[in-house]
């Protein structure tokens, strides 16, 4: 039977037995980027709506054109969004590891 360290992917738990280190941003982060990616998309679909009020279109193609307004406002959002979870993940991980490092070199004697 394989142990742990031969399976495939990333190790279960740390090297000293503690909880892998993880990119994932807060709860809160995440909630909030949701929240502001269907404000992007009602915003986006209001433009697309008025470029077709403005130019008198009717019928189908002022639904085309706010559902596609929606569409890419929805998506630029998540694209920022996104960006903005991956650096915000990452920092919190490095963030961490100083402060585990500046414990850590606390402990231990300077030599003089």
Avoid: C, H, K, N
């Avoid at 941003?25 to 909030?32: D, E």
């Avoid at 996104?82 to 606390?106: F, H, Y």
Wanted: aromatic share 8%.
């Amino acid at each position: 039977m394989a142990s742990p360290a031969d399976r495939p992917g990333p190790p279960t738990t740390g090297a000293d037995g503690s909880d892998p280190d993880s990119a994932l941003p807060p709860v809160y982060a995440r909630v909030l980027a949701f929240a502001s990616i269907l404000v992007g998309g009602a915003a986006g679909g209001l433009i697309g709506y008025a470029f077709a009020d403005i130019g008198a279109y009717g019928g189908a193609a002022v639904g085309f054109l706010t559902f596609l307004g929606a569409i890419i406002g929805a998506g630029g959002v998540a694209v920022v969004a996104v960006l903005t979870l991956r650096a915000l993940g990452e920092w919190e991980t490095i963030r961490r590891r100083d402060a585990e490092a500046q414990a850590g070199s606390r402990g231990a004697r300077r030599p003089r």
